[in-house]
């Protein structure tokens, strides 16, 4: 007797061969896979140049962004321009009776735009945010420190996240 469980195996390749032709056309490619002209993405992410960003925090993105990109050189054959733009604030979290803030959020939004030289064509541009948490501590030191810790958080966060997105662009434009 079989079970309700049980399929047959005729109905298995029966549904396989009408579903593979919709799966062949859906044009999912991996992001790091070879393209159609031979050229791989981590040697088209050499070619990116990352613009100076002014401050501390600005110029910890932009190291982020030429080690995700380089892997921490820099490259002869510079073809693309990555333009990154930050602005920083702080917002008091958890204020106490006493009316002191006792918990921050720093946040960082970083617009960007990664630009193809031989044209000046934006090829992808958007906003990363990023949110870090730290406690105002009694000790001067100990609450510069705590959000340094909370800018590097947040720096390594929205460098993360631009260098996802230039990617996944450049995998679509080689």
Same mark, same amino acid.
């Given at each position: 007797m079989r079970g309700g469980n049980h399929r047959s195996p005729g109905r298995l390749v029966a549904i396989?061969?009408?579903?593979a032709p919709l799966l062949a056309g859906c044009g999912?490619?991996?992001m790091y896979a070879e393209s159609t002209t031979g050229?791989?993405?981590d =040697?088209?992410?050499?070619?990116v140049s990352v613009a100076p960003i002014p401050g501390r925090v600005g110029q910890r993105v932009r190291n982020e962004l030429i080690f995700a990109t380089t892997g921490g050189g820099y490259s002869d054959a510079t073809q693309y321009r990555l333009e990154v733009a930050i602005r920083e604030s702080v917002q008091d979290t958890f204020v106490a009776r006493s009316g002191e803030a006792e918990g921050r959020a720093y946040r960082l939004t970083a617009a960007f735009k990664l630009i193809r030289l031989? =044209?000046?064509t934006?090829?992808? !541009?958007?906003? !990363?945010? !990023?949110?870090a948490a730290y406690d105002n501590l009694d000790s001067t030191f100990a609450d510069i420190r705590a959000r340094r810790d909370a800018e590097n958080r947040a720096a390594r966060t929205v460098a993360d996240d631009i260098q996802t997105r230039v990617a996944m662009?450049? !995998?679509? =434009?080689?």
């Amino acid at each position: 007797m079989r079970g309700g469980n049980h399929r047959s195996p005729g109905r298995l390749v029966a549904i396989m061969a009408l579903i593979a032709p919709l799966l062949a056309g859906c044009g999912f490619q991996p992001m790091y896979a070879e393209s159609t002209t031979g050229a791989q993405l981590d =040697d088209v992410m050499r070619t990116v140049s990352v613009a100076p960003i002014p401050g501390r925090v600005g110029q910890r993105v932009r190291n982020e962004l030429i080690f995700a990109t380089t892997g921490g050189g820099y490259s002869d054959a510079t073809q693309y321009r990555l333009e990154v733009a930050i602005r920083e604030s702080v917002q008091d979290t958890f204020v106490a009776r006493s009316g002191e803030a006792e918990g921050r959020a720093y946040r960082l939004t970083a617009a960007f735009k990664l630009i193809r030289l031989e =044209d000046e064509t934006v090829v992808v !541009s958007g906003k !990363s945010i !990023s949110r870090a948490a730290y406690d105002n501590l009694d000790s001067t030191f100990a609450d510069i420190r705590a959000r340094r810790d909370a800018e590097n958080r947040a720096a390594r966060t929205v460098a993360d996240d631009i260098q996802t997105r230039v990617a996944m662009a450049l !995998s679509r =434009d080689v």
